[in-house]
């Protein structure tokens, strides 16, 4: 059975940091990476890391967070620096089969950005 656990939102000042990291088990994942939805808002991809360490982000986050990943460990992890009141969201962690199916979701954790 696949289960991905979650850990490392809460709540953060604009320009604070947190870690988010997602501990993946049941199987050998290909890509895995991080989404996000805001309330009103549909869920978006913030950043994907292949086994191999190739990354995407998306734009709205380049320079100011970065993935990683540790094989060994099943685990990915998302440093998430000089936050904004628009990094606000549920943050879920998504893994991918070896072969590109099936895909695999995280229960959320919610990061909110506010003074």
């Known amino acids: 059975q696949v289960q991905l656990l979650e850990s490392g939102g809460g709540l953060v000042q604009p320009g604070g940091s947190l870690r988010l990291s997602c501990a993946a088990s049941?199987?050998?994942?290909?890509?895995m990476g991080w989404y996000r939805q805001a309330p009103g808002k549909q869920r978006e991809l913030v950043a994907t890391?292949?086994?191999?360490?190739?990354?995407n982000y998306a734009d709205s986050v380049k320079g100011r967070f970065t993935i990683s990943r540790a094989n060994a460990k099943n685990t990915v992890y998302l440093q998430m620096n000089n936050l904004e009141l628009e990094d606000t969201a549920v943050y879920y962690c998504?893994?991918?089969?070896?072969?590109?199916?099936?895909?695999?979701w995280g229960q959320g954790t919610q990061v909110t950005v506010s003074s």
């Open positions: 890391i292949t086994r191999g360490g190739s990354t």
């Open positions: 998504k893994a991918v089969g070896p072969i590109g199916i099936p895909e695999y």
């Open positions: 049941g199987s050998i994942f290909s890509t």
